[in-house]
């Protein structure tokens, strides 16, 4: 690391010989920061060996030509921040990922496999509020596939990635009335896509998907600090209303969406001693 007049550098990398072969992750940055104003552009590289279950088990099928490898991400970051105010911050980032053979599964023969490419590219832009009682956020997020993704993990017309949307925004904040805190948070998600059954099913030709509405996400968290000198209590709510939230398959892998996060109510105690 180092440090010339507003600006400063970095650089490093780590190298590892695993079971699966080397993998090597280098990163390098720099970043400038001047009054309300700052940046930074950051590179890296980064891998993942293949879990256990993916690459050891007695149910999934293995072959001698089929030795999984470690999976290699690379990534490009341009970020710019400003100081609006003493309360207000605002920051803006762009990023660019390049995953080579992800680790994925085929369910035409049971197996897990190094297999294509997945490109990403976005934006995302963040603003935050700071007050003595009142704490608050926005946030947005876009991403699309790059140009050379394989075509297992996006769209038929190439333009979305499967089970991921393409917009998200979060709003949230928290306020605090003496003792007690009162903090929601709303996240919503644009629409996603899938496989669609009958492709699934091998009844189409080409690439086939079903489209899924987009969904609006509540929580809520209340916060009563110092009951009795030494207790804190605290309610939590996740999925406030229920919202019909589906897992989808990022690639087609013949798996059907499963529902998860349901609502969840949550209560827990504190005690000082």
């Known amino acids: 690391t180092a440090k010339i007049k507003s600006f400063g550098f970095i650089a490093g990398g780590r190298y590892e010989n695993t079971s699966f072969g080397e993998a090597i992750a280098p990163r390098a940055g720099i970043t400038f920061h001047k009054d309300k104003f700052n940046a930074k552009l950051l590179y890296g590289k980064a891998y ?34 400003y100081k609006l105010n003493d309360h207000f911050k605002t920051r803006v980032n762009t990023f660019y990922i390049n995953i080579d053979k992800p680790i994925s599964y085929l369910s035409s023969n049971n197996s897990y496999h190094n297999f294509g490419k997945i490109q990403s590219m976005g934006l995302e832009a963040e603003l935050t509020a700071q007050y003595k009682k009142t704490r608050g956020f926005l946030n947005f997020s876009y991403n699309k596939p790059g140009s050379k993704t394989s075509e297992q993990f996006v769209t038929a017309d190439k333009k979305h990635f499967l089970a991921m949307p393409a917009f998200k925004v979060s709003l949230g904040g928290s306020h605090d009335l003496n003792r007690l805190t009162i903090a929601p948070t709303f996240t919503w998600m644009s629409e996603k896509y899938g496989q669609s059954q009958d492709h699934a099913l091998g009844l189409v030709q080409g690439f086939d998907n079903t489209r899924y509405e987009g969904v609006l996400l509540t929580n809520l968290n209340i916060v009563y600090k110092n009951l009795f000198d030494k207790l804190t ?33 949550t209560l827990g105690a504190k005690l000082a001693l």
């Open 48 to 81: 993942r060996i293949p879990m256990p279950w993916q690459a050891y088990s007695r149910v999934i099928t293995f072959s001698p030509e089929q030795k999984l490898v470690p999976e290699l991400t690379g990534t490009v970051e341009v970020e710019f921040g």
């Open 233 to 265: 209590l605290n309610i939590s709510a996740y999925n406030l209303f229920d919202q019909k939230y589906l897992a989808v398959q990022p690639y087609y892998g013949a798996h059907a969406p499963l529902p998860v996060n349901d609502r969840q109510i």
